[in-house]
Every structure is written in C-alpha cells, then in structure tokens.
RNA sequence: GGCGCCAUCGUCUAGUGGUUAGGACCCAGGAUUUUCAUUCCUGUAACCGGAGUUCGAUCCUCCGUGGCGCUACCA
C-alpha cells in the first residue's frame, strides 16, 4: 500500500466546523491507517468569502485535535497560472471550448426555454467567429465538453455508481475573469498534488462525475472516490448555527478534551466492528477501514458527546487533567496563580474526587468550586428540600459543636459523630447529612461527605457551617 | 422540474431469506439503610408504506413516500 495520499480541502470561510473535522479525521485516520501521506489544500479561489484569519483558525484547530499533516498546504489562490494551463490544454484537445454567453444572457434563455442546463450554444462556433469575439475582448469563460456516454465509479463507500451523461451539463472551467471553478480546480490540483484516494462529503456525489470526466480529458488516472455521509442537527437538517455549537473551536473553549472530539465525530457513522465506542486516536487507526462507514447521514447527539467525553476524563492522568485545568481555576479566580507543591497535591486530590462526573474542564472550575473557595449561594431546590425549617439550623447547630470539639478530623471521626448524633436525635442520618453537604457545597450533589469533609478540612467546614446557619433557610 | 444518494429503537448503530432483531447514548425503575452528576442491576423502545419473488421476507426486486444532496461564471 504505498503511495498512499490523501487531502482535506478546507476552504477559508469561517472556522473549521464538525462536519469539515469528520472529513479531515476520516482522510488522517485512512492516511495514518495505510502509511499514507496526509495532505492540506487550502481552497480559497472564492475570493469575496476567503478569509485570511480562518486559515489560521482551522491550522488551529487540526492541531488541536492531534492532526498533523504532511507537506506543505497548497493553496489554490497561488495556482492560476497552473489553471490556466490546465484550461489551454484542454482548449486544445478539444475537450473544452470557449463561451462568450454572459450570466444574464444565459439566465435570459434558461427562464425562456425552462431548461436547467445550458444550450450549448458556443460549442459549435467555429475557429473564426471564437477568434473574432477573442479579437474584440470579449470576454469568454472556458466551458467543458461533456461527451456523450455514462459515466461511473466505484465509490469506497457507497458502491457502484452510474451516471448518464446527458445529466451532466457543459459546466465552467474558467470564468471569464480567469478564476477556475471548484469543478476544475479541484482536478488540476488533485492530479497535482497526486492523490490516490479523494474522501470528503456526501454533498460531492454529483460532483464527481464532472470531476471523472476531467481526469480523462486530462489523460490522468483517476483515484479512488469515497463519499462521506454528512452530519446533520437533531431536526435531520443540516447542521447549522441553529443547532448549538458547530465549531471545533467552541468545543475546546467550553472545555471539552480534544481526544474526545475527535473520539465521538469518528464513531459518528462508524463503529469499530469490536463495539469498542471509547478509543483514542492511536486505537482508531488500528481499526479504521473505509468500507465500513455507514451510509446513513448523522445526527451529531450532544448526550452522547458528553458521555464520550466524561469516558475520555475518567481514563486521563490526574496529572493531565491537571494542566488542563490550572488556567481554567486561574481565569475563574479560584486560585491565584501556579499553586505551589501543596497546592498541587490538593488540586490533584480534588481531580481524583470528581472526574468521574464531569463531562468537560470546566465543569471542575464550576460545579467544583467549593473546593477553593466557600459557597455563595444554596442550589435552590436543595434548600427547599433539606433545609425548609429552622428545625434544621437548631440540629445544625449542635453538629456544629460536635464536630468542633472533634480532635482528630478524620472521616471516620466525623462518619461517627454525625451518626451518634443522628441516634441521639432521633432521626436518619440523612437529616443531617443533606443540610451538611448543602452548607459545605452549596450543592445536593457530590463526592462521599465524609471524605469531602475531612478533604476540606476542620477549619472550612466549620466556618461554612456557621454561614449557612446565619443564611439558612432562605424565606421567600 | 431533472438527476443522484439514503431509509432498523428518540439518537448512533449491529445483523440475518427462518433470530426472543443485538449493543451504545438518552430515558424510566431499583440497589449501594447520605446524595447523584459516581458505581452496579433491571426495564421501555425500532426493521417507512404497498406490491412482487419465495414455503417464508427487516433482508432480494419494483413502485411509492420521506429526508438529504447536486442541478451557479459558490466551494
């Protein structure tokens, strides 16, 4: 399997989307998978929507999703000379020919006649009347020369596919201001950049034909085809703004691995034959094969993204989620800077108490703040649910002493003493244990008590017990 | 309008000419005599419709229907 290569085509005109990093993933996996060559064209021949600063964006965000590439990017805005080239040559052979048709002449007929497709009229102007428009500047596009037959190809992914080349219209190569369309560029520079295997979406099936009909024109051998499904909203509509987040760059600020990004878009239409869901780039290449990818458009599911992603966490290093997470606690005012050696082992203790539940580094900044600094507030529902009557403060406030005179705060210390005082009350353990964790987190939820508890420390607690005794139960 | 692609639980999917149609996420219920946003267990839930082929179709064929895509001097 040498001479294996492979492109993602990105054109410039906003941030690298899911859809655009599902293509990339699947070309790097194929490449990676076959000892392939993974290569970047940048396609920014439209010049009113390319943008200079995306570029840079979507570099960013394949490297953060852990994908390098291979040579240096080509960029179709550098290649005219090439396309021109390209067209004469075609001219030539008489696989092309000039148009002098302009856009509202042709829209003029097409509204006329109901025909989709165009007339055709230049293609059998003769040598004289194309050298006498050519004399006067006229302007003229250079059209393709669809010749009769079907055309077909055996997709990586979807099969056999045929069609008839009465379909395919005598479309544009060069618009008459010189610039070579998506259609034409795309062949030119992929016979170029020789690729063997051109994967990219769905959206291109129909394209391909034009395209095929172009690698022969040019004599060239034709590469493989693989289509990819595209990745739709929870509506079965194309993704959109409307959807939520569709930026790879969205994700990564809101604090999600990039591992599991790049983990949950790969198993979107495609799971490993071994049902193995949790996987890391590494263990995707092993069991990456083309054929396998589903036919089916996806839905990109958010649940389940974040399910990916609490997997991804609970399976990392504390050490590594620690990196992650410094500059987040930092940003939030949680911290104040580097923490010193004991600031870390804290920092990694607490990782280790909560990573099983959160699905993103942020959550570490916001649900787990109450390890760095006391509750501001009381989760709402809580309150009304364990901390409704002043009951509770006056049972409170003789846990309070209780544990105050603990000596050694210790969570079997104070597992004890909250029981023994809930035996001597007279009540369940859990009438104290709520009310406990509502004052020393502000949340219903969370870690062991005790533990926490003895984690955070005598001092903390108590001092977070006395503020919840003075500002509980919140009247309405 | 024309052409193309697709169609299994809500979502991602496995699968077969005869299966209790399997798994994952979600959801629901239960357990862990403290919570759940942890962990474990259980459960609900699907073959788009109609013909045809066949002893038998979710699976094969055809026709519908629906979704998506292409049909630009966009990419």
């Avoid at 916001?366 to 364990?386: H, I, M, Q």
């Amino acid at each position: 399997m040498s001479d294996i290569r492979v492109r993602f085509a990105p054109s410039p005109t906003g941030a690298l989307h899911l859809g655009g990093a599902r293509t990339a993933i699947y070309n790097w996996l194929f490449a990676r998978a076959n000892e392939g060559q993974f290569l970047l064209r940048i396609e920014d021949t439209d010049t009113k929507r390319s943008k200079k600063e995306y570029i840079e964006q979507i570099y960013e965000s394949l490297r953060w999703l852990g994908m390098s590439w291979d040579e240096e990017p080509v960029f179709q805005s550098q290649r005219m000379a090439a396309y021109q080239q390209a067209a004469q040559e075609l001219l030539q052979s008489g696989s092309a020919y000039y148009c002098f048709c302009t856009s509202e002449e042709l829209e003029a007929r097409r509204k006329a006649s109901g025909v989709y497709q165009y007339d055709r009229k230049c293609r059998s102007l003769s040598e004289t009347e194309i050298n006498t428009h050519l004399n006067v500047g006229k302007k003229a596009a250079i059209r393709c020369n669809v010749p009769a037959g079907t055309t077909e190809w055996s997709d990586c992914v979807y099969g056999k596919i045929s069609v008839n080349n009465d379909e395919i219209d005598d479309f544009i190569l060069l618009r008459s201001n010189g610039f070579p369309t998506y259609q034409f560029a795309v062949v030119v520079d992929d016979i170029f950049m020789r690729i063997s295997h051109v994967i990219r979406g769905e959206d291109h099936i129909s394209n391909t034909p034009k395209q095929i009909l172009l690698y022969k024109a040019f004599g060239a051998g034709i590469p493989e085809f693989a289509h990819l499904p595209l990745l739709n909203g929870t509506d079965g509509k194309r993704l959109s703004k409307r959807h939520g987040a569709t930026g790879v760059d969205e994700y990564r600020d809101q604090g999600y691995p990039a591992e599991a990004v790049f983990n949950y878009l790969a198993i979107l239409g495609w799971v490993p034959k071994d049902g193995n869901e949790i996987l890391k780039p590494a263990e995707l290449v092993q069991r990456f094969l083309l054929a396998d990818i589903a036919r089916k458009s996806a839905v990109f599911d958010l649940k389940k993204f974040d399910w990916v992603s609490n997997e991804h966490i609970k399976r990392m290093e504390n050490a590594e989620i620690c990196r992650h997470i410094l500059p987040i606690l930092i940003d939030n005012h949680l911290i104040s800077a580097e923490p010193d050696e004991s600031g870390r082992q804290y920092i990694l203790k607490f990782i280790d108490l909560m990573k099983s539940r959160f699905r993103n580094f942020r959550q570490f900044a916001e649900l787990g703040s109450y390890f760095f600094k006391d509750p501001e507030t009381y989760e709402d529902k809580a309150v009304r649910k364990n901390w409704k009557e002043t009951e509770v403060n006056r049972r409170m406030a003789i846990l309070l002493d209780k544990l105050q005179q603990l000596e050694e705060f210790s969570a079997v210390s104070i597992e004890s003493t909250v029981r023994e005082l809930a035996d001597e009350l007279d009540i369940s353990a859990g009438k104290l244990i709520h009310p406990l964790r509502l004052a020393v987190s502000g949340y219903s939820v969370g870690p062991g008590i005790f533990e926490l508890l003895e984690f955070l420390g005598k001092e903390t607690v108590l001092r977070r017990i006395q503020a919840a005794l003075q500002r509980l139960p919140v009247s309405e």
